[in-house]
């Protein structure tokens, strides 16, 4: 995994650790990927949301990507696992593509591991990111 520089807000860390709370206290199957999540956490630059990088994806954040290997573009909504929706092109946070673009930056290439291995996408853009729109408790 790559040891890219993570900013999250204050706001965003605490309910992220309630959601991994409450996931790895009902015993989730997918504990090794909700350890990556906190590791993550752990590491992250908490900062005020007026100091987030405007091209880094944050929670609530809307993003271009495009799949490395196909070439194929989707815009995707980061959300918390309670709004996630994969017809509304909502990606949950707990899922590893979620958790892959958390702290991103435009520009950059994310992994993550899949059945058949690793996926790989590139951030083309950060569309919607609440924190520089002033929208810091989305």
Do not use: C
């Not at 520089?5 to 015993?27: H, K, M, N, P």
């Not at 090794?32 to 954040?61: C, F, I, K, Q, Y």
């Not at 980061?78 to 994969?86: C, E, Y």
């Amino acid at each position: 995994m790559n040891q890219r520089e993570i900013y999250i807000t204050e706001f965003d860390l605490a309910r992220l650790r309630d959601v991994l709370r409450a996931r790895t206290s009902v015993g989730a199957r997918d504990r090794d990927h909700l350890e990556s999540l906190e590791n993550e956490l752990d590491r992250a630059h908490v900062v005020d949301p007026s100091a987030v990088p405007h091209d880094v994806v944050t929670m609530n954040s809307q993003v271009r990507i495009e799949d490395v290997e196909t070439g194929a573009e989707n815009v995707y909504t980061l959300v918390f696992p309670s709004d996630a929706g994969i017809q509304e092109k909502k990606l949950s946070i707990l899922a590893p593509i979620g958790t892959a673009l958390l702290g991103a930056r435009a520009g950059e290439t994310v992994d993550w591991s899949v059945p058949a291995g690793v996926r790989t996408v590139r951030i083309k853009e950060v569309l919607y990111q609440p924190e520089a729109a002033g929208h810091y408790h989305l």
